[in-house]
């Protein structure tokens, strides 16, 4: 005869987990961080300041990024006066040749506003202005903008979670 004994199965198993932060006075979005610097600067003068805190002025490669920030925008940027934004790219080096300053890689998505890039006497810098519905514009990069600075998010280790 068999004796069968009834026991409650105890199931072990281990997770890691992690998640992705970004400091303080940044908004996340996918593997990203993003601030809106409340200082004028040039385009220089912005790509050395984000620099400085271990960021890059935005890249925005994909529409969603580009929704993304020009969601942020509309809720944030109307406070700024005037609308008016620096991001990552220009056409320094060759004229109507633009690429990312970071990567140093042609563009493959653009969001310009209608009848832009114009080209117009020294725009090699890339903005985004309220002016023009928070699209892509030339502008001299010597004019005083702020600027939306960028970096990767950080991976936390969250642990293991033993259950």
């Known amino acids: 005869m068999f004796t069968i004994i009834k026991a409650p199965l105890l199931a072990l198993f281990l997770v890691n987990y ?11 979005h996918d593997e990203s961080c993003y601030k809106m610097i409340r200082t004028f600067a040039t385009w220089a003068e912005a790509t050395i ?5 271990g960021s890059e002025l935005a890249n925005l490669e994909t529409a969603v990024e ?3 920030v020009h969601g942020m925008l509309q809720n944030l ?4 006066d005037p609308p008016k ?9 060759t004229e109507s040749e ?10 493959t998505y653009t969001n310009w506003a209608p009848g832009q890039p114009d080209n117009g006497q020294g725009e090699n810098c890339l903005e985004l202005s309220k002016n023009v519905g928070w699209n892509w514009n030339d502008e001299t990069c010597e004019h005083r903008k702020y600027f939306i600075c960028e970096k990767p998010s950080e991976e936390i280790d ?5 259950g």
Not at 49 to 53: D, G, H, K, V
Not at 85 to 93: E, M, S
Request: charged share 15%; with cysteine.
């Open 158 to 162: 969250g642990g293991e979670i033993i």
């Open 98 to 107: 633009w690429m990312w300053a970071k990567t140093h890689t042609k563009f």
């Open 66 to 68: 580009d929704h993304f």
């Open 85 to 93: 934004f620096w991001l990552g790219g220009n056409d320094i080096v």
């Open 18 to 28: 992690a998640y992705c932060l970004c400091p303080n006075g940044y908004l996340k």
């Open 49 to 53: 300041y984000c620099r400085a805190m």
């Open 77 to 80: 940027g109307g406070s700024y």
